[in-house]
């Protein structure tokens, strides 16, 4: 069943406008992304991405000025990481892949890349504001599901609008919007079981939780997703609501048996309760997770390949596999699960 | 890179930022665009030699 509902969204530029400019450098990429723009895949959630730039802002200059010039592209967004030179906000596409290869293109065009530069940090954005229990699992899965562990200081969460008089949002990981453009137009999944139903616009009229990944990879932009789609469906009662609940479970579950339940109740995320205005407190679980992780992955290391003989403080002290193996079985699971129904859903329902 | 140094001890590095060992790492794709395919050269049709 589909429902169709017409939604224009104002853009200072348009991606179409973007995609001309990287058709020059990378016109394969480009026509990927001009076919798939507004595709949602698997009923996950559309991806936007901004792009904050610690480097010389000039390398993104031909792009800025093909777009329409630093008045009309960059001053118009007051956003941005505390220590970026610029800040390049993109127009949301319908899937994940179309976002990496959004990103390709762009790094195809500016040269250098983009991922895992530790110039450009990523910050991405998926529609809907989490709660804050909701907020600090996005945290977790994304910290221990990444491809690099890294080290915060609360300095690299700052942004523009850390002390912001109308949206203060602290220095976190988790950010919302400020009420600004919000795409509506992509499909969202509601119904359950045999019963789907597409809808042609997302079910909120604005409202983001954003990540500020960092130095980012593609399979962070995948793992944001994906969580973030299970999270967003499990609170606004989407067509993964059961899974997402599922996930949430385990996510708990898992947290609790390493000792990091606790981890939980931080603000993760700024919201309107002044329960969570606090960044110190947030900042000491970021930090215990941290701890634990760089531990993890010592732990990990010495029983790799290469490491013959061990102390007994490289024995693990416990028989599971150890958080970081869990995270990325557990993300492999959900993400196979929602592929394998939703392709079972196509098989039903023939479009 | 943050250094850690407290007097009187040699100075520890530690990194801001480490591979995730349980993650496989996945070969980055190739970033330069495919080559653009000539069309194929169909060979005009040519009368069959008879006798």
């Known amino acids: ?351 | 890179m943050i250094r850690a140094h407290q007097p009187g001890s040699q100075p520890m590095d530690i990194p801001e930022a480490i591979p995730n060992p349980a993650v496989v790492p996945k070969q980055a794709p190739d970033r330069r665009e495919p080559a653009p395919t000539n069309p194929v050269d169909k060979p005009e049709k040519v009368p069959a030699e008879r006798g």
Not at chain 1, 148 to 156: A, E
Not at chain 1, 209 to 229: C, H, K
Not at chain 1, 278 to 288: C, N, T, V
């Open chain 1, 1 to 351: 069943v589909r429902r169709s509902i017409v939604v224009v969204v104002p853009y200072r530029y348009s991606l179409e406008d973007l995609l001309v400019l990287l058709h020059k450098c990378a016109p394969t990429k480009a026509d990927a992304v001009s076919l798939r723009r507004r595709t949602v895949d698997h009923g996950l959630l559309s991806v936007g991405l901004k792009i904050h730039s610690l480097g010389i802002p000039s390398r993104f200059d031909a792009l800025v000025e093909g777009l329409g010039g630093p008045e009309k592209i960059l001053e118009i967004n007051r956003f941005k990481q505390a220590q970026a030179s610029m800040c390049l906000v993109l127009p949301p596409v319908g899937n994940a892949r179309s976002a990496i290869l959004l990103l390709d293109a762009i790094g195809e065009f500016i040269g250098p890349e983009l991922f895992n530069n530790r110039e450009i940090q990523l910050q991405v954005c998926s529609p809907g504001r989490l709660d804050a229990r909701r907020s600090a699992l996005l945290g977790v899965a994304f910290y221990l599901g990444s491809d690099t562990l890294r080290r915060y200081s609360l300095g690299d969460l700052a942004t523009s609008f850390t002390r912001h008089l109308f949206y203060p949002r602290g220095r976190r990981l988790i950010l919302y919007d400020a009420n600004g453009d919000f795409d509506r137009g992509f499909d969202w999944w509601k119904g359950f079981g045999t019963h789907r139903v597409v809808d042609s616009q997302l079910p909120f009229d604005g409202g983001r939780s954003d990540l500020l990944a960092g130095s980012a990879s593609r399979l962070d932009i995948e793992n944001i997703n994906l969580v973030a789609t299970l999270l967003v469906h499990a609170q606004y009662h989407g067509y993964w609501r059961d899974l997402g609940r599922q996930f949430e479970a385990e996510m708990e579950g898992l947290l609790d048996k390493h000792l990091l339940a606790g981890l939980i109740a931080a603000p993760w995320v700024r919201t309107s309760d002044p329960n969570t205005h606090d960044d110190g407190r947030f900042y000491s679980a970021l930090q215990e997770l941290i701890a634990y992780a760089f531990e993890e992955a010592r732990r990990i290391k010495v029983r790799q390949p290469g490491h013959l003989f061990r102390s007994w403080l490289d024995i693990p002290s416990r028989s599971s596999n150890g958080i970081l193996q869990e995270v990325q079985s557990l993300l492999r699971k959900y993400r196979q699960e929602l592929i394998s129904q939703s392709s079972l859903l196509d098989r039903r329902e023939p479009t």
